[in-house]
């Protein structure tokens, strides 16, 4: 199983453009979440998925879109970058049921600057 | 709504010290939680997460963590220290299994020889 995946590993944009993060995952799990990491921020929830066609809004949803086609892909689409996004992407994924709580899967992370 | 509070952006400890990170929760349900840890440029790794049942959970690496409801408090532990543990440790929440995650800020920990 190859996991989680995530490209691109970096991307420069100027502001205004947009641009799609892609993300996928080969283990059949239903939850899926995108996360911005800022130094000293920790990690913040943009949006998630309880898995395909069901998406809502995490902490910091605002110049993000998602969609769930399918229970592997969840893209981000970045609508017209700033600079506010500047940030290290991290996509994960997880099951929803089974016995005990289960962790989230984290992908290698997109590194992302807007100038 | 959960949340978590890491206290001590930024840990040290000599080599062969004890490591404390200290992680408070707060939650209206029994909660899940987590310990990540993430090396430099790297994504995050699961260390151990406790669920329900036993308190004090066995991770990788030698790491533990006790859950301590009437603390609130999820502190993850390792008796010595080495140059290899130094790295960002996240601790988070969740009420749901599986869900999306709330994550402290996190702390630093820096391992001196």
């Known amino acids: 199983n190859a996991g989680v995946t995530q490209t691109p590993k970096f991307q420069v944009l100027k502001t205004g453009q947009s641009m799609t993060l892609q993300c996928a995952q080969d283990m059949n799990h239903e939850y899926m979440s995108w996360y911005r990491q800022d130094p000293g921020m920790g990690l913040r929830l943009i949006h998630y998925s309880v898995g395909a066609g069901i998406t809502d809004q995490g902490e910091v949803p605002n110049g993000y879109n998602v969609s769930r086609s399918t229970t592997e892909d969840f893209p981000l689409r970045l609508l017209s970058a700033a600079p506010s996004q500047t940030s290290v992407y991290f996509c994960?994924?997880?099951?929803?049921?089974?016995?005990?709580?289960?962790?989230?899967?984290f992908g290698p992370g997109t590194r992302l600057t807007v100038l | 709504a959960q949340s978590v509070t890491q206290l001590g952006s930024h840990v040290s400890v000599s080599e062969g010290a004890l490591v404390l990170l200290r992680c408070n929760y707060s939650s209206s349900v029994p909660p899940y939680l987590f310990w990540y840890v993430q090396y430099p440029n790297q994504g995050l790794q699961l260390l151990l997460k406790y669920t329900t049942g036993a308190t004090l959970v066995k991770g990788i690496n030698g790491f533990e963590a006790e859950f301590k409801k009437s603390e609130t408090s999820f502190h993850l532990t390792k008796p010595s220290a080495h140059m290899s543990d130094a790295a960002e440790y996240f601790c988070?929440?969740?009420?749901?299994?599986?869900?999306?995650?709330?994550f402290g800020k996190g702390t630093s920990l820096l391992v001196t020889p």
């Open positions: 994960a994924s997880s099951r929803s049921s089974g016995v005990g709580g289960n962790e989230q899967f």
């Open positions: 988070a929440v969740s009420e749901r299994s599986g869900y999306a995650l709330n």
